[in-house]
C-alpha cells in the first residue's frame, strides 16, 4: 500500500495535471471536462478553495514553476533508485474537503478509463478479471473508514455531496458489471462527457417495461428455438449456430429500434456465417418456410433465374419492417466466406442510399456490421475499412460494429490472436467507443445498442458493441470442439441457454409466470413446425433483384452483350458540353503547366482533332453529367492522375480551393464526385463496388495507381465483381481502370495481372477490354449506363498512350453515327488483302509499337487488327476481319511473357475463330515474351532488347 501511495493524486504529476486543469479552467471554464468545470466553480470562490491553493497554495508556486518541477522529478531515474516515494508536499492551504474532492474526481476518472477491467463480462467465468491497481481507493488517499464520509462532488449527477460509498456503487454499477465500456481513447471531451452522462446516469441499465422485456425475451426465443428445431429436424447439417452467441439478436433489434427513432430508415447489414440462418429469419424476416425449404435441399431462387447460387449462410435479403412504430427498409449483403471482406462494400453502399435519399446528414441511412472476435482482429480489411471510415468522401455517417466474441475461432483460442484483454483494439483507431458486454445479460445488450445508435446519430461516427458470449458447438454442428477447448467446453456443457437465463430471469422479478414463458416457446415452436410442414412444397417467389432502383435494368441474355448501347453524342452537344469544360473561371490561380493542357484542350474543341486520352474521358463523364448521369471516381491521386494528364480538378495557386469544371456544365448536370482515395485498394474498391452494387444509375468507376497494386483487393475481385451476379443475382456496372502496359518501369509498374481477370471470364460476368483510343474508351465508359443491364468493366488503361502522338481521337469519332469497336481492323492503306503474309492480333499499346516499326520498315504485307474488347470474347467480329486474309499466317502479338497477357485465354477462341473461317493458318503464333516468374524485368536495357526482339518477330 505504501508503495501506491507514492502515485497517489497529491505527489508530482497529478498535482501538476490538476494545476494546468485549474489554469486552462481559469481562462476558458468550457475549455476542461464538464464535471471539473463544475468542480472547480465548487470551490473557486471558497475560503478553502482551489484559486487559493494552485495560485500559490498547496504547491506554493506559480504554473511555470510547478511544470519546473515536475520537470526537476525523472521518475525512470526514481525508479532506477528503488522508488523511494517522493516527499510529501505540505498541503497546509488545502483544506481536507479540497482534497478529498480532488480525490474522489480522480477516482471517478479512474473509473471511466478502466471500470471495464474489473467488470462482468464473461458468462463463461474463464476469464479472469483481476482487480485493477488504479480503482483502489487506498490510491487515492482514502481508507476504509472513509465510507461514510461525505464528498463534494460539485454538482455530479445533480449531486453536491454524496459518500465514498455511495460514489463507488454509482462507479461499479456504471462500469464494473455486464455493461462496460472502453473510452479512455477518445480525445473529444463532448464525446466524453455525453458517455459519461449517459452511462452513469442510468447506472449501464436500460428502464426496459415488462413489454419491452417480453419482447427481448420473444426474440432470444426464436433465435434459441430456430436453432433447436434445426438441431432436431436437420441433425448434423452445418448451420454455424447462434447458440451462446444468441444475445446477437437482441443487439440488433435494440438498435434498429432506437436508430429508427432518431430517423433511419434504410439500414444495410453485413455479417458472417455465425447465426446468419437466424438473422435472415427472425430479423430480416426471410420466411421460416423458405428457410427450411432451402435446409430440404431445394433451391432458393425460382427456376427461370439464370443463378449458380449459394450456401444458405451466405445469402442476402431485404425486407421492410416495422421497428418502434417506424417502417425501415432492411438489406442484408450477401457475403462470402471470407471473413470481413464484406465490410466496405455495405460501407459503399449505405453511402450510395445517402445519396439516393439526399441524405447530407447521414441520418436516414445506416449500416451495421457483424463480427467474428478472430476476425474482426485479425483481418486487414477490418483496419482499412475503418480508416476510411471518417472521410468525407467515404464516411457514412458511422457504422455500429457488434461483434459476436464468442471466445474463439474454429479451434483457436484468443491468446494466439490478439494480446490485450478484448479482440476490438483496432477501433481505437477512429477513437471509437467500445462497448464490452455480458452477453448472458440481454439488458446490457440492449442499454449499448440504445446508447451506440444515439451515439452514431449524436457523433456520426462508428461504434462498437463488443458481445461477450461463447459458441455451443464446434466451428460448425459436426465439429468436435473438445479437441481443443476442453476445459472451455466443461464449462459451456453446464451452461443454461440465454433465453433460459433470460426467462427464468424475468419469472423471478415478476414480469412473467412459468407458464407463461413455456407457452411463448411452445407456441413459436408451433410456428416453426408448420414451416415445417410447407417447406417442401414451397416455391420461391420472385427473385428481388431488379426492383427499386434498378426498375428498368434487366439481367443481360447471352447475346445482350452484343448490343452497341447508343454511345455517340451530338457533335454540337459535344462541343458544347467541350467549352463547359475547358473553361477555367477567370478568379482561379491557375499553374502555368495545367493552363497549358486546358489550353491545349480548348484547340481540341475548336477543332475537333487531337483529342487525347484524358480529354475523350472528359468528354465520356461531361456528357454522362449532362444527361443527368452522375460520376462517383475514386482511387490514389484520381484529381490530377498519377499521370499528371488528367487534371479533373485544378488547384488554385493560392487557395488551393480545387476547381472542377466537370461540375460547372449546365444548371440541370448531375454531379461529378471526383476524389483521391486514401492509400487503400482493398477497402476503397469493395467500397466503390458496395456503392455501384446499390446504384445502377451513377457511374462508378475506380482507379488503381498502377494496374499491378490491384492484386491487394483480389478478394473483392474474386468473390464479388465477377462472381456475384451468378451467386447472388446482384448486378455491378463498376468501372475499374487499370493502367498496364509494358515501358521499362519494372515488375510492379507494368502488368495489371490481365490474365488473372480474363481466367474469370465466364457466362458474360465482367468486361475486359484494352482499348487503344479516346474515341474508343469515350464510348466504352458510355456504355456502361446506355445499356440495359449493368457488367463490371475492367480497363487496361493506359501510360505512355495518354500523350502518344498516334493515340488521339477526333470528335467527329464520338458524334452521330459513331459507336465502340471490339475489334479495329487494319487502317493503313496496305497491300491488297490477298496479298497480306501475316495478319498481327493485338490489344493496347504494343499495337503503336507495332504500327510505327511497320511504318518505319514500310512494309505493306502485314496487317494489325486490333482486339479492343477481350471478353466478352468478340469471336465473330474477329472472324469478319480474319476472313478478308484468309491466306496470311495469323499471330497473336502480346507485351506479356507466355504465361501472362491474353495468350493463354484467347489462343483457343482463336484456333476455333480460324476454323470458322477457315482460314489457312490453322492457329495462331504466339509472339511476345518468354514465360517468366515475375511480371516484367527490372532493367530498362533488358526491357528495350525484349522489346525490340518480340516487334522484330511480328514483323520479320
Ligand atoms: C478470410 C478468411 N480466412 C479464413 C477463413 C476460415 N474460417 C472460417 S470461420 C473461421 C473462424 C472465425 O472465427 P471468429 O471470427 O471468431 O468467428 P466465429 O466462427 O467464432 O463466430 C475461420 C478461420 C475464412 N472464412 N475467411
Known amino acids: 500500500m505504501s508503495n501506491l501511495k507514492t502515485t497517489t493524486f497529491e505527489y508530482g504529476a497529478n498535482a501538476v495535471y490538476i494545476a494546468e486543469m485549474y489554469e486552462k479552467f481559469l481562462q476558458d471554464a468550457n475549455s476542461v471536462d464538464a464535471n471539473w468545470k463544475a468542480y472547480f466553480n465548487n470551490f473557486k470562490d471558497s475560503a478553502t478553495g482551489l484559486t487559493k491553493d494552485f495560485n500559490g497554495g498547496a504547491w506554493g508556486k506559480p504554473r511555470s514553476k510547478v511544470i519546473g518541477v515536475a520537470e526537476a522529478v525523472d521518475p525512470k531515474a526514481a525508479a532506477a533508485k528503488g522508488a523511494t516515494p517522493a516527499p510529501k508536499p505540505s498541503n497546509n492551504n488545502i483544506s481536507q474537503e479540497a482534497l478529498d474532492s480532488i480525490h474522489a474526481q480522480m477516482l471517478i476518472r479512474a473509473y471511466r478509463v478502466r471500470g471495464h477491467m474489473i467488470a462482468d463480462l464473461d458468462p463463461l467465468g474463464l476469464s479472469h478479471r483481476e482487480s485493477h491497481p488504479e480503482l ?3 490510491r487515492y488517499g482514502f481508507t476504509d473508514a472513509d465510507y461514510d464520509k461525505e464528498i463534494v462532488v460539485g454538482g455530479w449527477l445533480g449531486y453536491d455531496k454524496l459518500t465514498l460509498g455511495q460514489i463507488l456503487n454509482i462507479l461499479k454499477q456504471s462500469y464494473c458489471q455486464t455493461f462496460a465500456i472502453e473510452m479512455g481513447h477518445i480525445q473529444n471531451t463532448d464525446k466524453r462527457d455525453w458517455l459519461h452522462e449517459k452511462i452513469e446516469s442510468t447506472l449501464g441499465k436500460p428502464t426496459l417495461n415488462a413489454y419491452e422485456k417480453k419482447q427481448v425475451l420473444q426474440q432470444l426465443i426464436e433465435t434459441v428455438g430456430f436453432e433447436e428445431f434445426l438441431q432436431k429436424k436437420y441433425p448434423g447439417t452445418k448451420r454455424f449456430s447462434s447458440e451462446g452467441g444468441d444475445g446477437l439478436m437482441p443487439a440488433l433489434f435494440a438498435t434498429v429500434n432506437r436508430a429508427s427513432q432518431l430517423g433511419v430508415k ?50 442476402g435479403f431485404s425486407s421492410d419492417k416495422e421497428f418502434a412504430g417506424n417502417m425501415v427498409h432492411l438489406s442484408l449483403t450477401s457475403n462470402p466466406s471470407h471473413l470481413e471482406a464484406v465490410n466496405p462494400v455495405v460501407a459503399g453502399k449505405v453511402r450510395a442510399k445517402q445519396d439516393q435519399m439526399k441524405d447530407t446528414s447521414r441520418s436516414q441511412a445506416l449500416g451495421i456490421l457483424l463480427h467474428g472476435d478472430a ?90 458493441i463488443d458481445v461477450w458470449c461463447y459458441r455451443k458447438h464446434g466451428h460448425n454442428e459436426g465439429d468436435e470442439p473438445r479437441w481443443t477447448q476442453p476445459l472451455m467446453y466443461d464449462v459451456i456443457d453446464q451452461k443454461p441457454t440465454t433465453r433460459e437465463v433470460y426467462g427464468n430471469r424475468l419469472v ?39 426492383e427499386g432502383k434498378w426498375t428498368g435494368i434487366k439481367q443481360a441474355d447471352d447475346q445482350a452483350t452484343k448490343i452497341k448501347g447508343d454511345t455517340s453524342v451530338a457533335l454540337k452537344k459535344l462541343q458544347q458540353v467541350g467549352a463547359k469544360l475547358v473553361a477555367l473561371p477567370e478568379t482561379l490561380n491557375v499553374h502555368k503547366g495545367v493552363q497549358k493542357v486546358y489550353d491545349n484542350r480548348a484547340k481540341m474543341v475548336e477543332t475537333g482533332e487531337g483529342i487525347d486520352w484524358a480529354f475523350g474521358e472528359a468528354l465520356a463523364f461531361g456528357t454522362l453529367l449532362d444527361e443527368g448521369r452522375p460520376i462517383r471516381f475514386t482511387g490514389q491521386d484520381v484529381i490530377r492522375g498519377t499521370f499528371s494528364h488528367r487534371h479533373a480538378g485544378v488547384w488554385d495557386q493560392k487557395t488551393e ?10 444548371k440541370t448536370q448531375a454531379k461529378s464526385e471526383i476524389s483521391n482515395s486514401a492509400l487503400s485498394e482493398f477497402a476503397v474498391l469493395g467500397y466503390e463496388y458496395g456503392y455501384s452494387s446499390a446504384e445502377p444509375n451513377t457511374l462508378v468507376l475506380w482507379e488503381a495507381q498502377f494496374g499491378d497494386f490491384v492484386n491487394g483487393s483480389q478478394i473483392i475481385i474474386d468473390q464479388f465483381i465477377t462472381s456475384a451476379e451468378v451467386k447472388w443475382l446482384r448486378m455491378s456496372g463498376l468501372v475499374m481502370l487499370l493502367p498496364h502496359a509494358y515501358e521499362g518501369q519494372g515488375p ?36 456502361q449506363l446506355h445499356r440495359d443491364f449493368r457488367k463490371p468493366l475492367i480497363m487496361m488503361s493506359p501510360k505512355s498512350l495518354l500523350r502518344h502522338k498516334l493515340a488521339v481521337s477526333n470528335l467527329k469519332d464520338m458524334a452521330e453515327g459513331t459507336t465502340f469497336h471490339r475489334v479495329i481492323g487494319e487502317v493503313d492503306k496496305i497491300a491488297a488483302s490477298a496479298k497480306v503474309r501475316k495478319v498481327l492480333l493485338c490489344s493496347g499499346k504494343v499495337y503503336y509499337d507495332l504500327l510505327e516499326e511497320r511504318r518505319n520498315r514500310k512494309i505493306d504485307d502485314v496487317a494489325i487488327i486490333r482486339v479492343e474488347q477481350l471478353y466478352p470474347f468478340p469471336a465473330s467480329s ?41 482460314a489457312k493458318s490453322k492457329r495462331p503464333t504466339y509472339i511476345g515474351r518468354p514465360e517468366a516468374a515475375a511480371t516484367a524485368c527490372g532493367y530498362m536495357k533488358v526491357y528495350k532488347y525484349q522489346q525490340d526482339k518480340l516487334i522484330n518477330e511480328a514483323l520479320a
Not at 407463461?516 to 413446425?529: G, H, I, S
Not at 502480346?894 to 470458322?916: C, H, I, Y
Request: glycine fraction near 6%.
Open 508 to 546: 423471478e422479478e415478476g414480469t412473467l409466470t412459468a407458464e407463461e414463458f413455456e407457452l411463448m416457446k411452445q407456441a413459436f415452436y408451433d410456428r416453426l413446425e408448420e414451416a415445417y410442414q410447407g417447406a417442401n412444397s414451397y416455391k420461391p417467389a420472385k427473385a428481388d433483384m431488379l
Open 657 to 666: 480551393e480545387i476547381y472542377f469544371s466537370l461540375n460547372n456544365i449546365s
Open 748 to 783: 510492379e509498374h507494368s502488368s495489371a495481372r490481365l490474365e488473372r481477370f480474363l481466367q474469370s471470364c465466364a457466362e458474360d460476368n465482367i468486361i475486359v477490354a484494352n482499348c487503344t483510343t479516346p474515341a474508343n474508351y469515350f464510348h466504352i465508359l458510355r456504355r
Open 878 to 918: 474477329i472472324a469478319d476481319e480474319l476472313k478478308q486474309y484468309k491466306n496470311a499466317e495469323v499471330l497473336w502479338v502480346q507485351e506479356e511473357p507466355e504465361n501472362m497477357g491474353a495468350w493463354t485465354f484467347l489462343d483457343r477462341k482463336l484456333e476455333k475463330v480460324l476454323l470458322s473461317v477457315d
Open 266 to 315: 434504410e439500414v444495410v447489414l453485413g455479417m458472417p456465417h455465425r447465426g446468419r440462418l437466424n438473422v435472415l429469419t427472425a430479423f430480416m424476416g426471410k420466411p421460416y418456410v423458405a428457410m427450411l425449404s432451402e435446409f430440404n435441399g431445394n433451391l432458393a431462387t425460382p427456376d427461370n433465374i439464370n443463378s449458380s447460387g449459394d450456401v444458405k449462410y451466405h445469402q
Open 375 to 464: 476476425a474482426f482482429c485479425g483481418q486487414g480489411i477490418v483496419t482499412e475499412t475503418l480508416a476510411i471510415s471518417d472521410l468525407d468522401d467515404y464516411t457514412t455517417g458511422g457504422t455500429v460494429h457488434i461483434v459476436v466474441n464468442n471466445q474463439v475461432g474454429f479451434t483457436t483460442s484468443p491468446k494466439y490472436g490478439h494480446k490485450s484483454p478484448y479482440p476490438t483494439d483496432v477501433a481505437m483507431m477512429v477513437q471509437a467507443p467500445i462497448f464490452h458486454i455480458n452477453g448472458d445479460d440481454p439488458e446490457a445488450i440492449v442499454h449499448a445498442a440504445h446508447i451506440a445508435a444515439e451515439y452514431r446519430a449524436e457523433y456520426k461516427q462508428d461504434v462498437v
Open 136 to 138: 483502489d481507493v487506498t
